[in-house]
């Protein structure tokens, strides 16, 4: 168990340009999820992975970003046109449905990608 | 409005003081998950509270679900600065989604 990794681990781009980030979960945990932090805040939720389903999308979550998680392994969440509000800590987690009865499984998150948005 | 409330927000006490933190809601959980994040870190999970008016301790920590399973606590006995850190207290709305509060950044003066 080689925990939940997330590259890279600070992105500093221009507002305006495009990024991705890359989450490769526990390998044999078949739920992924992407949440975002903001200094001093706890995690929100932005999206969530059944395998390779792509099964909610919060709100939050605008037309410039995308999550995709092909062959329900590692998953990537794309922002384009980036802007300064994006500035954020985004956590990949991950779980293991059926390993204990859903609502008290816990999530194994990664330590995150830090974006800055100049 | 956020589905679990945090308080209070930030405390900073004495290294051998004691201290608690509460994680409160108008719903209704089948459980509640505490974890602590440290700077640069995701979220590591302490513990998963499940039945009403349990009580876990976790060597200096303890925590307590409430009566009603509205509410829990963190109590700290003996702060060290070790246990410095942003206390987040999480809870499923439905069986995927686990949802957080604002959290408790706890700071441990030596």
């Known amino acids: 168990d080689t925990g939940v990794s997330q590259n890279p681990r600070h992105k500093i781009t221009k507002r305006g340009q495009n990024v991705t980030f890359r989450c490769d979960p526990i390998?044999?945990?078949?739920?992924l999820y992407w949440y975002r932090q903001t200094l001093g805040q706890g995690p929100e939720f932005l999206t969530y992975?059944?395998?390779?389903?792509?099964?909610?999308k919060s709100r939050l979550l605008s037309d410039r970003f995308s999550a995709e998680r092909p062959k329900g392994s590692f998953s990537t969440l794309e922002i384009q046109r980036t802007e300064q509000g994006d500035s954020a800590m985004y956590l990949c987690?991950?779980?293991?449905?059926?390993?204990?009865?859903?609502?008290?499984?816990?999530?194994?998150f990664g330590n995150g990608t830090r974006l800055t948005v100049t | 409005t956020q589905l679990l409330e945090q308080s209070p927000q930030f405390l900073s006490i004495q290294e051998g003081e004691n201290l608690t933190v509460y994680c409160n809601s108008s719903?209704?959980?089948?459980?509640l998950q505490w974890y602590r994040q440290e700077p640069g870190e995701g979220p590591v999970l302490l513990v998963t509270?499940?039945?009403?008016?349990e009580v876990k301790k976790l060597k200096r920590l303890t925590f307590q679900f409430g009566d009603a399973r509205k509410d829990s606590s963190l109590h700290i006995t003996a702060a060290q600065p070790g246990d410095t850190g942003l206390y987040l207290c999480?809870?499923?709305?439905?069986?995927?989604?686990?949802?957080f509060g604002a959290g408790t950044t706890v700071t441990v003066r030596a």
């Open positions: 719903s209704v959980f089948s459980s």
């Open positions: 999480a809870a499923y709305s439905n069986d995927y989604k686990l949802s």
């Open positions: 987690a991950s779980s293991l449905a059926g390993a204990a009865p859903n609502r008290i499984s816990p999530l194994h």
């Open positions: 390998s044999e945990h078949n739920r």
């Open positions: 992975f059944q395998n390779e389903a792509q099964l909610e």
């Open positions: 509270v499940v039945t009403g008016g």
